[in-house]
């Protein structure tokens, strides 16, 4: 069974940074795909960043320049650099994972992933 735990979230000032971690178990990165998703009070939940096994990654346009998702596959993890953190940035982050999908194009939509962490809170103050 596969599971997904994040953490890293926390308190920060804006313009500051954060590293999030998610932790797979029950199955290895090979020929996956795993994303940051984030999620406000009311809103839908907005795509942030994903990376595949062969380290293809994409960004939101909202994030690009400040964050960066990375992997490390002898961990089973997924990082994502936040830095220079503002206040719109506040909200639930959530890891998601999908595997053995044959996409053209890194998946950017929630409905693309087939399994979902817990979420961790980044509160940005300003």
């Known amino acids: 069974q596969v599971q997904l735990v994040e953490s890293g979230g926390g308190l920060v000032q804006a313009g500051g940074s954060l590293r999030l971690s998610c932790a797979a178990s029950g199955r290895t990165f090979s020929s996956g795909y795993m994303a940051w998703f984030r999620q406000a009070p009311k809103k839908e939940r907005e795509f942030v960043a994903a990376?595949?096994?062969?380290?293809?990654?994409t960004n939101a346009d909202s994030v690009k320049g400040r964050f960066t998702i990375t992997r490390d596959s002898a961990k089973n993890t997924v990082y994502l650099q936040m830095n220079s953190l503002k206040p719109e940035d506040n909200t639930v982050y959530y890891c998601?994972?999908?595997?053995?999908?044959?996409?053209?194009?890194?998946?950017?939509?929630?409905?693309?992933?087939?399994?979902w962490g817990q979420g961790t809170q980044v509160t940005v103050s300003s």
């Open positions: 990376i595949t096994w062969s380290d293809r990654s």
């Open positions: 998601a994972a999908t595997w053995d999908k044959n996409y053209k194009v890194i998946p950017t939509t929630p409905t693309q992933y087939d399994y």
